[in-house]
């Protein structure tokens, strides 16, 4: 869920902390991604018995993201706080897809390219994973908690450029600047949001806006029934904490959860991930060690996996030497028109979302 119509609040009362970009504009950069948002993307399209095909388009993405020179940081979940437990459990329910990571039961191989905290009971599904990724040369971490934490700290302390994720808690944690819709589609358009430019659109603190992301909802505790993105906005402006607002709000219209438990969302908001600093490594994808894991202990075709190998390294070789034309040009390169006028290419798209949002102002984007 990650925090609850954040997105819409922030499209309406700070545009100017968002950015709309192109995939290619991350070349070179070093981004961590929350590879359960990015493994769930596909399982959500396919049917729950088709186990490969989470595995096949994680090897697709990768490859996506490799080929624009991005060098991509995959993190996983740790153990999930408790306050976490009911959602996680709820969602799994729904999906048909297991339970939390906690539940998960087998043995851990620990690789090269893999930083792991301890040692914790992992699924033979990330297991799968984590090879596939030393298998393709780009480094993994096991959180020991949240991987959006994890993630933020990581962009925090200045170890990535950038998070990608869909989930808007990554703000919340702290995370300075994150990534929407790094897709793998050439004509991506990647919404870029900045957490400083926010806060001071919205003329908040980091602390006041973890209190307003509460409020809006979170995944780790109720929020206050009734209260809309608006008037949750102006209540923090005004009385500055939950407390504050707690103090001022019409509970009859409003009512407060019993024995809410906002504080201690606050508290895991502004945990540091306790992790030493990892040591980043990629390498060039391992063919021979993919098409044995992929084709001869999976049921992936070879002619498939070579072919769309071949296509990353001419696609790769192709970027990188119009990289060096366009770096030999400097400033005379020409520019495109998106690049002065990037809402117009995204124009159509939100009018198509302001027309699924039922005829309100705030959609129940997250």
Known sequence: MGISKLAHLIRFDAPTSVRNKEIGDYSGEIIALDTSIVVNQFRSAVPGHLKLSPLTGLFYRTLTFLEHDIKPVFVFDGRPPN????????????????????????????????????????????????????????????????????CAHLVKSGTVNAVASEDMDTLAFGGTVLLRQLNAKRDSEVTEYSLPKLLEALQLTHKEFVDLCILLGCDYCDKIGGLGPSRALKLIKEHHTIEGVMEHVNRKTHPIPLNWEYKAARKLFFETPQIDAPVLVWNEPDEEGLVQFLCKEKPLKEEKVRGRIKKFHESLLKRRKQREVDEKMGPTRQSHLQEFFPATRRRKAESADVGRSSGTKRSKTK
């Open 83 to 150: 306050q976490k437990r009911a959602v996680l459990e709820k969602r799994a329910q729904s999906t048909g897809w297991g339970s939390s990571p906690s539940s998960n039961t087998g043995s851990i191989n620990v690789w090269p390219n893999i930083v792991l905290k301890r040692s914790l009971p992992i699924s033979s599904f990330t297991q799968d994973c984590h090879r596939l990724l030393q298998l393709m040369g780009v480094p993994c971490i096991m959180a020991p908690g949240e991987a959006e934490a994890l």
